[in-house]
């Protein structure tokens, strides 16, 4: 573990508290389904039998994983735990987990990550995730934390888009111009997005 806010690491078992949470909550709500939870647990501290950087370890699955970052260790117990959970032939698996500073880097401190190799899967948690724009004062709010707030203009956006019709929105705000030349290209506006556009058109436009 790196040295910097070593004292916050926790907090990297909210994953399994919030599955501790759930079934405290299914418990009381008693749904008519049949669901599992699991969490891999270890001690996090160094010592004899600590892998090291360039170790190669076998995982529940029989796969091998080269350790190039001792930090990102959690994934090394949760892809066991998602080998173990096909024991229980699940209709679907959801794991959560403090997995990376990246999200937070990348979505802000408000808004999580969702993965999902199922379009359906993924629209039912987003349908049940919490609407970040909510106002108590109007339908929406024009903007949220700074964090992440790429994605909560999209989002914003999207609130305005038929849900039938095919949308996509381009942030360019990085894009559109350049204090030094690049090429052919002089320092200034770069004109950007212009020629995708003019591409995805000439392709044949929606898809």
């Not at 370890?57 to 892809?79: F, H, P, Y």
């Not at 899967?121 to 949220?144: F, I, V, Y």
């Not at 700074?146 to 095919?166: H, N, W, Y």
Request: glycine fraction near 12%; charge should be negative; proline fraction near 6%.
């Amino acid at each position: 573990k790196p040295a910097a806010e070593m004292d916050e690491m926790k907090f990297d078992m909210s994953g399994a508290a919030s599955v501790l949470g759930t079934f405290r909550a299914l418990a009381e709500l008693r749904p008519q389904l049949n669901v599992v939870g699991l969490i891999p647990s270890c001690e996090n501290m160094p010592g004899g039998g600590a892998f090291k950087p360039g170790d190669v370890v076998t995982s529940m699955s029989g796969q091998t994983i080269e350790v190039l970052n001792t930090d990102a260790e959690g994934r090394l117990i949760l892809c066991d735990a998602l080998t173990y959970a096909e024991r229980f032939k699940p209709r679907a698996v959801v794991d959560i987990a403090t997995l990376t500073g990246a999200c937070v880097i990348a979505l802000g401190e408000e808004i999580a990550g969702l993965w999902s190799s199922s379009d359906g899967l993924a629209d039912a948690l987003q349908r049940a995730s919490r609407e970040g724009l909510k106002s108590p004062l109007a339908d929406l709010k024009n903007t949220g934390p700074r964090p992440g707030g790429s994605i909560t203009a999209a989002l914003f956006l999207q609130e305005f888009v038929p849900k039938e019709l095919a949308w996509a929105h381009l942030d360019i705000a990085g894009t559109v111009w350049s204090d030094k030349g690049r090429g052919m290209d002089p320092a200034g506006a770069t004109g950007f997005g212009v020629r995708t556009l003019v591409n995805w058109v000439r392709s044949g436009g929606p898809a």
